[in-house]
């Protein structure tokens, strides 16, 4: 789990295996995190872009950018949140992920949100 706020943007990160989508006999180890964006601030927000930075067990490093998450740009007033789950697949059954969303703010100042680096692992892969 990582949880992390930047000027008043909480972004939390619930990470698990995704066992029905992995094929380990392949290489292939699937995971998803469910994101919440929470306004914890005064100022409203809204969130433009994404960049992850996923790496594996073995330090292969892969980089997603793209614009919002899941096909939205959610706005988000103080006191309001936003829920998603994504994916990632990896080709070890551990790795990591961190990242930054980036965020408007109503009078055109853009900030960075920092995800902190989370644990991605396939259960009992670790000893």
């Known amino acids: 789990m990582s949880d992390t706020t930047t000027e008043g943007i909480r972004i939390r990160i619930k990470p698990s295996y995704w066992a029905e989508r992995s094929e380990p006999e392949h290489n292939q180890f699937a995971f998803t995190y469910t994101v919440t964006i929470s306004n914890v601030g005064t100022e409203p927000a809204q969130l433009k872009s994404r960049f992850w930075v996923i790496t594996d067990g073995d330090g292969r490093v892969e980089e997603v950018r793209g614009e919002g998450v899941v096909g939205k740009q959610p706005k988000l007033a103080p006191g309001e949140s936003f ?7 990896l080709k070890t059954p551990f790795g990591t992920m961190r990242g930054t969303y980036f ?17 991605l692992v396939q259960p009992n892969s670790l000893h």
């Not at 829920?83 to 697949?89: D, I, P």
């Not at 965020?103 to 644990?119: N, T, V």
């Open 83 to 89: 829920e998603y789950t994504s994916w990632a697949m």
């Open 103 to 119: 965020f408007a703010r109503p009078d055109g100042k853009g900030f960075e949100g920092k995800i902190g680096e989370f644990a």
